[in-house]
């Protein structure tokens, strides 16, 4: 069995968490770490925008880097919006490690398993059966619907119910 190398030069992220783009500025896909909104150590994508995103939104990809915001009964990798990348023109880079200010809905609590709940791009403690988001944890309760502290772990939705 052959070892796993890299090889050529080295892929620098250009940019910084919270920048949106107008024009293509890193490969689609890169991942890059640096540090989340509590200063420990963060993983964010590059990835194409999506209407309607906020700082906050989640948001499911495909290996395009196309996003859509999580819906009902979704499928794939999550991320979290740390810019306002609200156009499929714009890019930027989402959160995929770390703990990131989330949309989330009315009377989460904390320390909750999450997923997406009542409206696409959101997320609370009340999702439906197969909208739970794996590697995910809410970790601030809320009584209204907020921007609020969430911690990831490369998340995904499979639309499986157990």
Known sequence: MATALFTGPAIVAVGAP????TTQRNPFGLIAWGVDTSGMVAAYIY???????????????????VTALIAADAVGPVAIAVGITD?????????????????????????????????????????AAGDTIYGA???AA???AAVSLCQFTFPSVNDKSA
């Open 18 to 21: 919270g920048d949106v783009d």
């Open 87 to 127: 156009v499929a023109t714009e890019y930027g880079w989402y959160g995929i490690h770390g703990t990131f200010l989330t949309d989330v809905v009315a009377n989460c609590a904390d320390n909750a398993e999450i997923g997406r709940e009542t409206t696409d791009g959101k997320v609370g403690d009340g999702q």
């Open 142 to 144: 809320t009584t209204t």
């Open 47 to 65: 990835l194409k925008g999506v209407a309607s995103t906020i700082v906050g939104s989640v948001v499911t990809y495909d290996e395009a880097a």
């Open 137 to 139: 944890v809410s970790r």
